[in-house]
């Protein structure tokens, strides 16, 4: 099922074609509009002529989030204030919001993204779609929406909260989809089963739109299993006009960035350099399409890696991993970039390891990863706990291609912190 087949199963070569001329075009139309970008490529010593191949992208500077902020409100604008129809804002947790602009034509082209994606996972005309998000400033609902109603299923604007309502919509009208947060459909999969309501037998719920939080693979298996629905990653970000950026498809093996609307790059965030294909960076994302407000290079913090090969659903636009962090995160072991997550991954797939574990760095070489591990594994024997030993050290080698010292510590050893919990403690630094 495609919205647009041609141009989602488009090949290779004439997609890199299209890239290039979009790029060109939106390169030519930065430097020419937004005094802001002008000052930064004749900074970078680079002019839109010197752009004559894909590989010329390197040569453009980064946009950051604090050129965003920097330039609040309008200084990033490429039209004149009268042509723009839509403002949306993303509000970092320190100083000034971004602001993002958008035309009739992007509120449209956003709109088609949304559809495709819509389509892509098997949504028809036939659908109700209950939007679960914020509706406001924040892009999640309203750019979806839109999308919605370009499909023509039927959208009913809940937003979030009041869950006795939400469920007596999802009854009343029989909804078949939902868009919302993995937290909050925790949250209400726990409300329904409390109030005795059985998802497949009463509710019409196929299937869930996920977004805005980062979630584990085995929540999504827990969500689908609790409720008998298919559950979807969708990846977005406001200064990309929110959802619709990337989305899975049927086979749920990483989600299509559409290509033909966003340059992708997967970088080194301490480098800039590009990172081979299937190995985790930084997600660097450049609009090809946008009028309003065109953004070049845009390093979006998240990480994520490029997963290679070809997807069986026809699509040829590249899949991205599920978003595993935030690339301030990062840290370094014998000049080798490591990521939290990476080690948490590793952690959690080993059995007989718990919840909680630290990460001690004290000096530039060495690395020790303090675990806790299940009371029954701490059986006292011996043999056993060198066994796991050795194969949590062996499976962080393998993930990061760094030897860590390890420690096994009983179950409730290490501070439990409320909220988000600190993991790394850099002593190099102190
Ligand atoms: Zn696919």
């Known amino acids: ?46 002019k839109p002529k010197d752009i004559t191949s894909l590989a010329d992208l390197g040569k453009l500077p980064f946009t ?11 200084g990033l604008l490429a039209m004149p204030k009268e042509q723009i129809v839509r403002l949306h804002t993303s509000s970092g947790t320190t100083g000034k919001p971004k602001a993002i602009f958008f035309t009739r034509k992007d509120v449209d082209q956003a709109a088609e993204l949304i559809a495709r994606c819509l389509v892509m996972t098997g949504t028809k005309k036939d659908d109700v779609l209950q939007n679960i998000m914020t509706y406001g400033l924040f892009t999640g609902a309203l750019v979806m929406h839109y999308g919605a109603e370009k499909v023509g299923v039927l959208v009913i604007p809940a937003g979030p909260g009041n869950t006795e309502r939400q469920i007596s919509l999802m009854q009343d009208f029989k909804t078949t ?21 059985n998802p497949t037998r009463d509710l019409s719920l196929k299937r869930a739109y996920l977004g805005a939080e980062p979630y584990s693979e085995e929540t999504r298996k827990k969500i689908e299993e609790s409720l008998g629905i298919d559950v979807y990653n969708s990846y977005g970000l406001t200064e990309m006009n929110g959802p619709g950026v990337a989305f899975e498809c049927k086979e749920k093996k990483g989600m299509h960035l559409w290509e033909d609307n966003f340059l992708l790059e997967v970088i080194d965030p301490e480098t800039g350099q590009n990172m081979p294909e299937g190995e985790v960076g930084e997600l660097v994302l450049t609009t090809l399409c946008r009028e309003a407000m065109p953004i070049i290079r845009y390093r979006t913090r998240d990480l994520t890696r490029i997963i290679p090969g070809a997807c069986s659903c026809g699509r040829t636009h590249r899949r991205i991993s599920r978003i595993i962090g935030r690339a301030d995160d990062m840290f370094i072991v014998r000049g080798v970039n490591i990521f939290p997550q990476q080690i948490e991954r590793v952690l959690m797939g080993v059995r007989g390891v718990a919840q909680n574990y630290q990460i001690i760095l004290e000096s530039y070489d060495q690395m020790t990863v303090m675990v806790e591990i299940m009371k029954d ?54």
């Open 177 to 197: 989809a939902i868009h919302v947060t993995p937290s909050y459909l925790l949250y209400l999969a726990n409300v329904m089963q409390k109030k005795r309501i």
């Open 64 to 74: 950051t989030r604090e050129d965003l902020r920097e330039n609040y409100p309008f």
């Open 1 to 46: 099922m495609f919205w647009q087949k041609e141009i989602e199963t488009i090949g290779r070569e004439p997609l890199e074609q299209l890239q290039l001329e979009r790029l060109k075009q939106i390169v030519r139309r930065a430097y020419k509009n937004v005094p802001a970008y002008a000052d930064k490529f004749i900074e970078s010593g680079v």
């Open 377 to 430: 594994i701490f059986d006292g024997s011996l043999e056993h706990m060198l066994n796991l030993k050795s194969d949590i050290v062996n499976k962080l080698r393998a993930e990061i291609l760094v030897t860590p010292k390890v420690e096994l510590l009983e179950p409730g050893t290490l501070p439990v912190s409320e909220g988000k919990a600190k993991r790394v403690i850099d002593k190099r630094t102190l």
